[in-house]
């Protein structure tokens, strides 16, 4: 627990808090990661609890009873508090905020709960098996009601929003309702467009596996040291569901393997690689107070989406990493030309998996997660109907039904590990990373060419100093206009995808 009421300067003391509360989370981070890749499947439990109690330790420091003077007093001295420290003050209150609304036993509950349903979920996914699962899941979506509601009434917002908030400070359901409009206005009939245009010329060639393990690796570590992965600071290993873990010094990023198609978690390595670099690149002086903080899940899906879709689909990086695929599996033959590699890295074609989906139909997964967890928190729809609405939404946005649960609503890890509100953040993600590599190519005379060449110290020098090293010092909109020239919007987003399916 916190000591007695401090006398002396408020915000130097609110300092030490947050850089306690720091550590506490960073190392909740790294049994995280170990909880998904290298855990037995023993330590469930003793690990759940070790999360819980983290949960609740992380909870007492942000909630301690002098915590609302301090914030106080410090806010009255605030005029003497250069930008950073400001900033950093504002980003302490809205942590305060969201934490103190909740009860200690309620954090403990969710981190329980959702730490019990990761591990289910894992077993469930591989089964398709939802109905055994289905109590499990209740559970959580149970307990994030209660959380929702209760951050709902300390932001004035809905429950909805308050459970964004999380994720994207100061998002609001309100907005994303009209980006999607604005997307949906324009995606199904370029998505036609682009169909037809593919079907109009020859197929591409398959490229001929088996593609082992180990130099799907290597290939992939190669790449990601070129474009500037630190694995001094940093590891790549294995995991159910790709992600970015661990913390700014010691980056955790994982992918899944398939022996079939090396693609698939290529695409991987390198989505993560963007997360990873953001996080490497946050500012260094910052990084144990809130202000060193990503921005939001907006800004982080940017630059995931940003290396994996509009740096490295790009034909320019195909160019350059086309000889090294042929090398790492030892490939020769017209399947492997550079022109045919790129052709099946910008293909698109409707499929059940999120993760792999292209770009153009990419929105459509995320709008029908969003639909279907804004009716499952609101109780318009009951969990046991998740499947049959989830297959309803596949059959409307992509004319394709799953012929299970695990390739249907069981293939994320977000809902099992809480993580309602966070699915709009990746298409809000994707019109960042169309708007800021747009930038990019007009702020850095040559960038496509030195991509070609293997060199990303361009784009990620300009990455560096318009979005990594500013953290949370501005608001998501903030950063983006001072980069762009504009707040978020779709028009970057859909002239990229005109350039890039209908013009090349």
């Known amino acids: 627990m916190i000591g007695p009421k401090i006398s002396g300067d408020p915000y130097a003391e609110l300092e030490r808090r947050f850089a306690r509360l720091s550590a506490v989370n960073r190392a909740a981070a790294i049994l995280n990661w170990d909880r998904s890749t290298m855990m037995p499947d023993g330590a469930s439990e003793d690990r759940t609890d070790q999360l819980a109690t983290l949960g609740v330790i992380a909870h007492e420091i942000i909630s301690a009873p002098d915590m609302p003077d301090l914030l106080s007093r410090a806010e009255e001295g605030k005029g003497s508090l250069d930008p950073w420290r400001a900033a950093n003050l504002r980003e302490m209150h809205r942590s305060w905020v969201h934490e103190s609304a909740l009860p200690a036993d309620l954090v403990e509950a969710r981190s329980r709960a959702c730490n019990a349903c990761e591990h289910a979920w894992r077993t469930?996914?591989?089964?398709?098996?939802?109905?055994?699962f289905l109590p499990t899941l209740q559970e959580?979506?149970?307990?994030?009601?209660?959380?929702?509601?209760a951050k709902a009434a300390a932001l004035g917002t809905s429950l909805y929003d308050a459970l964004l908030d999380e994720f994207e400070p100061g998002g609001r359901a309100?907005?994303?309702?009209?980006?999607?409009d604005e997307l949906r206005a324009f995606l199904p009939e370029l998505l036609g467009r682009v169909l037809e245009r593919q079907r109009s010329e020859p197929a591409p060639l398959a490229l001929?596996?088996?593609f082992p393990v180990a130099a799907q690796r290597r290939l992939g570590e190669e790449l990601i040291r070129i474009i500037g992965?630190?694995?001094?600071h940093g590891r790549l290993d294995v995991s159910a569901h790709p992600f970015t873990g661990g913390t700014a010094d010691d980056v955790r990023i994982t992918t899944r393997y398939d022996e079939a198609d090396f693609a698939r978690s290529l695409m991987g390595v390198l989505h993560e690689t963007g997360h990873g670099l953001y996080e490497a690149g946050l500012p260094r002086?910052?990084?144990?107070?809130?202000?060193?903080n990503a921005r939001g899940m907006v800004l982080h899906e940017s630059q995931s989406l940003l290396m994996e879709m509009q740096a490295c689909r790009g034909r320019a990086f195909i160019d350059f990493a086309a000889p090294r695929m042929r090398a790492a599996f030892g490939k020769v033959g017209p399947a492997w030309a550079e022109a045919n590699i790129h052709r099946l890295?910008?293909?698109?074609a409707p499929g059940f998996i999120r993760v792999d989906a292209d770009e153009v139909t990419y929105p459509l997964h995320v709008m029908l997660r969003y639909r279907l967890e804004r009716a499952m928190l609101a109780g318009d729809l009951a969990l046991a109907d998740l499947p049959g609405a989830w297959n309803d939404g596949m059959r409307e946005l992509l004319g394709i039904v799953p012929p299970d649960d695990s390739t249907g609503c069981l293939q994320d890890i977000h809902w099992p590990d809480g993580g309602w509100g966070y699915f709009p953040t990746y298409t809000m993600g994707a019109l960042a990373a169309a708007q800021l590599f747009a930038a990019a190519r007009r702020a850095v005379p040559g960038l496509l060419e030195s991509i070609?060449?293997?060199d990303f110290a361009p784009l990620l020098g300009w990455l560096r100093a318009n979005v990594h090293s500013k953290g949370s010092l501005a608001t998501t909109d903030e950063i983006l206009t001072a980069a762009t020239g504009a707040p978020l919007g779709v028009a970057a987003f859909k002239l990229h995808l005109e350039s890039r399916y209908l013009q090349a």
């Open 285 to 292: 002086e910052w990084r144990r107070q809130p202000v060193g």
């Open 229 to 232: 992965f630190d694995f001094h």
């Open 140 to 149: 959580v979506l149970t307990i994030m009601r209660r959380v929702g509601e």
């Open 124 to 132: 469930a996914r591989k089964n398709a098996d939802f109905k055994s």
């Open 452 to 454: 070609g060449k293997g």
């Open 345 to 348: 890295y910008t293909r698109v």
């Open 174 to 180: 309100a907005r994303i309702d009209v980006l999607f």
């Open 208 to 210: 001929d596996g088996p």
